[in-house]
Nanobody, 118 residues
């Protein structure tokens, strides 16, 4: 069994920063791609950023220049540094990981709420 646990969400004022973490645990042989997604009220889940095990990065246009995705492979942990936050960044943020155990399965975390409001 594999678990992904997000942390670091909260309430922040516009222009502020937050750092999200996603820690993977369980019977993991290796983790390939990892990513952050978000879902705002009344909207579908959307990609924020992804990172491969080799460090290749991909960002949604809304995240470029403000968010930075990174990972510590030794700790099976991924991060999302979010700067210059805007009210439209308010959403539940989910992490996703492509995990190889006996086979390759995509896992999701439970989500962490980010609220940007004055």
């Amino acid at each position: 069994q594999v678990q992904l646990v997000e942390s670091g969400g909260g309430l922040v004022q516009p222009g502020g920063s937050l750092r999200l973490s996603c820690a993977a645990s369980g019977s993991i042989v290796s983790i390939n791609a990892m990513g952050w997604y978000r879902q705002a009220p009344g909207k579908g889940r959307e990609l924020v950023a992804t990172i491969t095990s080799g460090g290749r990065l991909n960002y949604a246009d809304s995240a470029k220049g403000r968010f930075t995705i990174s990972r510590d492979n030794a700790k099976s942990t991924m991060y999302l540094q979010m700067n210059s936050l805007k009210p439209e960044d308010t959403a539940v943020y989910y992490c996703n990981a492509e995990v190889f155990t006996i086979t390759t399965i995509y896992y999701w975390g439970q989500g962490t709420q980010v609220t940007v409001s004055s």
